[in-house]
């Protein structure tokens, strides 16, 4: 990895958590009459749309339509800090314990099913 490419997965990752954190503010804001119970929509909706943006970054990326390093850029950098896996996981958990139990089930797979249906419209789109 060069010096530039390393520093081009480290800005993306800032733009990516930047991302992040404005796109979940606003959806949690304009949710929160839909989801009074604070169900973590703003968190699926970061993960599923970070994974079809994986899935196309990778797609354009194995056509030789996306260079290497920026494909780690936007692939490691941007997905990788825009992204939440983490925070699904603990939402998931906060869900179960607090007796949620269908919304706990819903979250975590929901998340997982719809991200992947995602990862793979991204590749999709790539091959067009």
Do not use: K, Q
């Amino acid at each position: 990895m060069t010096p530039l490419v390393f520093l081009g997965v480290a800005v993306g990752g800032g733009v990516g958590a930047a991302l992040r954190f404005v796109l979940d503010g606003w959806v949690r804001a304009r949710a929160r009459s839909a989801f009074p119970d604070g169900f973590p929509v703003g968190t699926v909706l970061i993960n599923v749309t970070g994974s079809a943006l994986l899935g196309l970054v990778y797609g354009l990326a194995a056509r030789h339509a996306l260079g290497a390093g920026w494909a780690l850029a936007l692939g490691a950098g941007v997905c990788g800090g825009y992204t939440t896996f983490s925070t699904a996981s603990l939402e998931t958990v906060r869900l179960a314990a607090d007796g949620r139990s269908a919304a706990a089930l819903l979250n975590g797979l929901g998340t997982l099913v719809v991200s992947v249906l995602a990862a793979a419209a991204g590749l999709w789109l790539a091959a067009l």
